[in-house]
């Protein structure tokens, strides 16, 4: 059944397009499966084995910890995403984990060495995952911009305006999220406290910008934020 199923998760990938059949059941061999509920930690940084995950399924935080404790949503993980060692680099100096945020999360996983051999024996694989880590890096680069250069106010529109982009249901104007964030959640990813977030979310709430619960955020018009 696992064996099915993982064939399947990795053969809809983009990323793995350019395998052959038997090269994808080849690569189910060395994939793990594996299921996780909300809240449950999916991998620390400090593992003695890294992997590098694939998302089929639900969302997922990476939460980055400085050498005091506090911690930074560094990304959100959405369903096709690829997380853990990208690089293909162990930094020690990096200390991270990954927590999953839906209900229902589903995930296939390779260890590193394996994927190594993968792609040193697959060119084509090599060069598509080559530009999709390449993307996926700028986009946090271009997010980290965000928050060094844009105010509290700035950046938690911004990140609104991007989530609305990427996973909202749009009718005209107005955009509905399926929330799966809390308040605190949305105050480490745009690095602000989350009494001013929740100060900010309430501002909008009164001017009419949106309407948040904790199943939904209601955006009438986009074009106003």
Not at 120 to 135: C, I, Q
Request: proline letters at 1%; one cysteine or more.
């Amino acid at each position: 059944m696992y064996d099915e199923l993982k064939y399947w998760y990795i053969r809809d990938h983009k990323l793995f397009r350019t395998l052959s059949m038997s090269q994808i059941k080849q690569l189910c061999i060395i994939t793990g499966f594996k299921k996780a509920t909300k809240g449950e930690i999916i991998y620390f940084s400090s593992s003695d084995l890294p992997r590098i995950f694939l998302l089929k399924k639900g969302h997922i935080k990476i939460v980055t910890v400085d050498e005091e404790g506090n911690e930074t949503i560094k990304d959100i993980i959405q369903k096709g995403d690829l997380f853990g060692e990208l690089t293909l680099e162990t930094d020690n100096q990096v200390n991270e984990y990954a927590k999953a945020l839906s209900d229902d999360v589903t995930i296939c996983s390779f260890l590193m060495s394996d994927f190594e051999d993968l792609l040193l024996r697959n060119p084509s694989l090599a060069l598509s995952y080559t530009k999709f880590v390449g993307l996926k890096l700028k986009r946090i680069r271009n997010s980290y911009s965000n928050l060094i250069f844009k105010d509290a106010r700035t950046r938690l529109h911004q990140f609104l305006k991007d989530w609305a982009e990427s996973e909202g249901i749009k009718t005209e104007n107005k955009v509905v999220i399926e929330n799966y964030l809390t308040q605190n959640d949305i105050a480490q990813i745009i690095c602000t406290s989350r009494q001013t977030t929740t100060h900010l979310l309430n501002e909008m709430e009164e001017n009419e910008l949106l309407q948040y619960n904790r199943k939904e955020i209601s955006i009438p018009d986009i074009r106003k934020l």
